[in-house]
């Protein structure tokens, strides 16, 4: 909406400004004309208004920039000690739109004097613009580089707990194997041994400290929390085959214990049922022994019983012919 009307203007100030020019060209005689007052005048005239067409523009990049810095501002949380920044940075802007003159002239000295002294105003009023601008850009780097430090030593904070947790776990692991000397001859768990002890070892040496000032700080903080999330996480891995390694081995160990212990059951239950045989054997034989031998004595003892009978029974030589 301004843009057309500062047209027009521009052009009156380029029009003044070359017809001054011209004046000390043509309108003065030579050099004579040129160091006179006169053209000092008009060279000065040239110079101010040319400052004051170009000034315009740099205001108003200066006022688009300082919206853009307040705008940005006010999408951040920069706390209180930045709101005389940005106090200051409204109070210029505001300052630097009151300064802008409608229309430049220079046509008498005292107009000379004014246009000079207000290009100055513009140009400090513009620097003080631009160094609050460049106040809240620094505020805005230090938040984004407090909130990136900030989080990366959150990350490694969190690493810095759980390495150790897991490297308890690994030494648990480790341990285990380790009690147990023959394991380490069976190649399965050998293989996993290896692999989980040497990634063990390496953990153990890696920086876990939370330091960080700068962005760089926060880039190597945030690489060195990777390297040890990619380190617990091979911890996990590695542990958790070891773990089944064993458990598999043990398993089949204690499947082959089981079935050891149930053939010596059967042996022994064997054994005991042959012992039990032999002794029903020895039992019946001797009770068959026994009837045999009270058979015998029985058939003896019939026998002797006859004969006792067969003697009583006999008569005497006196007595054979008694009725």
């Keep these: 909406m301004t843009q057309p009307a500062q047209e027009p203007r521009r052009s009156r100030a ?50 688009a920039n300082a919206d853009a810095a307040l705008k940005k501002a006010s999408e951040q949380d920069l706390g209180a000690s930045a709101l005389p920044i940005i106090a200051d940075l409204t109070n210029a802007k505001n300052a630097i739109l009151r300064t802008r003159l409608v229309e430049p002239t220079c046509n008498t000295t ?18 003080v613009i631009d160094e609050q601008i460049a106040k809240i850009d620094d505020r805005i780097r230090d938040l984004e580089t407090a909130r990136i430090v900030s989080k990366a030593q959150r990350e490694m904070t969190s690493m810095k707990t759980g390495l150790p947790v897991m490297r308890g776990r690994a030494q648990v692991q480790l341990n285990r194997v ?29 920086d876990t400290s939370t330091s960080a000032k700068t962005r760089d700080d926060a880039k190597a903080l945030t690489d060195r929390a990777a390297t040890i999330r990619t380190s617990i996480d091979q911890l996990n891995q590695q542990l958790g085959d070891l773990e089944k390694t064993v458990d598999d081995v043990e398993r089949a160990q204690a499947e082959q214990q089981r079935a050891e212990d ?41 026998r002797q019983e006859a004969e006792r009978n067969q003697q009583g029974g006999q008569p005497s030589g006196n007595n054979s012919d008694r009725p």
């Design 14 to 63: 380029k029009t003044i400004a070359a017809t001054l020019l011209l004046v000390t060209v043509v309108g003065g005689t030579g050099a004579a004309y040129y160091y006179s007052d006169a053209g000092k005048f008009a060279r000065e005239c040239s110079a101010q208004l040319s400052a004051a067409e170009t000034g315009k523009d740099t205001v108003t990049q200066a006022v």
């Design 110 to 127: 005292e107009q000379l004097s004014r246009l000079t002294n207000h290009n100055a105003e513009v140009e400090r009023q513009v620097n």
């Design 262 to 302: 149930e053939r010596r059951r059967l042996e022994e239950e064997q054994r005991r049922q042959q012992a039990e045989a032999e002794q029903q054997a020895r039992l019946d034989a001797e009770r068959a022994r026994q009837e045999v031998e009270r058979a015998r004595q029985e058939a003896e003892r019939a």
């Design 178 to 206: 380790e009690a147990t000397p023959e394991y380490l001859t069976i190649e399965t768990i050998r293989t996993a041994y290896d692999a989980l002890k040497k990634t063990y070892e390496e953990s153990g040496k890696l």
